[in-house]
Nanobody, 122 residues
Framework: QVQLVESGGGLVQAGGSLRLSCAAS????????MGWFRQAPGKDRDFVAS????????YYAHSVKGRFTISRDNAKNTVYLQMDSLKPEDTAVYYC???????????????WGQGTQVTVSS
């Protein structure tokens, strides 16, 4: 079972940038597709971005496409989310997720990190 630990959250002004990291415990990291989700207060958890096993395929929510970039370093067992041009509506707890079955939204069911808070001030 893989364990996931997010880092890199914080407070940033609108228009600024943050890079989130998610470190995985497994040396078989390359056998997992990875994803990022977020949950704002009082709202459901929403998909943000995902990446396939090798990093060649990515998928983004419409709300972040062109502003966020997901990437992975299999040698470091880490997935990243570079967030640029941040908006107040990006404020949420961001969660890392792993899947062995694919990188579609519904593939991420079993493995989740504890989350990291991102707050964007206006």
């Amino acid at each position: 079972q893989v364990q996931l630990v997010e880092s890199g959250g914080g407070l940033v002004q609108a228009g600024g940038s943050l890079r989130l990291s998610c470190a995985a415990s497994k040396r078989t990291f390359s056998s997992y597709c990875m994803g990022w989700f977020r949950q704002a207060p009082g709202k459901d958890r929403d998909f943000v971005a995902s990446i396939d096993w090798g990093g060649g395929g990515t998928y983004y929510a419409h709300s972040v496409k062109g502003r966020f970039t997901i990437s992975r370093d299999n040698a470091k067992n880490t997935v990243y989310l570079q967030m640029d041009s941040l908006k107040p509506e990006d404020t949420a707890v961001y969660y890392c997720a792993a899947s062995t079955t694919g990188w579609g939204i519904l593939d991420f069911r079993d493995y989740w990190g504890q989350g990291t808070q991102v707050t964007v001030s206006s």
